[in-house]
């Protein structure tokens, strides 16, 4: 299993980022995504997550209203589209899978991604 992440960068206060994560040696339909994030010297957050169908959808409250998760299931993609960012945005921003709901919703999934970096200045 392999998931690839893209898309972080440096950006300002205010500005966009959309992230991407390519799934491979998986049956990615099956499996819920997330996007979890860690900032230097912080513990894991789940950000954002998404059901295998893409019906349910949730959001931690710092994300809830500037990203937005989606996913399609026909490229193996799931992405996380970021506006309004903020410097406490500032983190590694991974891509987690994993078909249990009741795990993918911590940050305890059983797949992840390498990571990309995400700076916002101020």
């Known amino acids: 299993v392999q998931l690839v992440e893209s898309g972080g960068g440096l950006v300002q206060s205010g500005g966009s980022l959309r992230l991407s994560c390519t799934a491979s040696?998986?049956?990615?339909?099956?499996?819920?995504m997330a996007w979890i994030r860690q900032a230097p010297g912080k513990g894991r957050e789940l950000v954002a997550v998404i059901s295998w169908s893409g019906t349910v959808i949730d959001y931690a409250d710092s994300a809830k209203g500037r990203f937005t998760i989606s996913r399609d299931n026909a490229k193996n993609t799931v992405t996380l589209q970021m506006n309004s960012l903020k410097p406490e945005d500032t983190a590694v921003y991974y891509c987690a899978a994993d078909e249990n709901w009741a795990v993918i919703t911590t940050p305890e999934a059983n797949y992840w991604g390498q990571g990309t970096q995400v700076t916002v200045s101020s």
């Open positions: 040696g998986l049956t990615f339909s099956r499996y819920h």
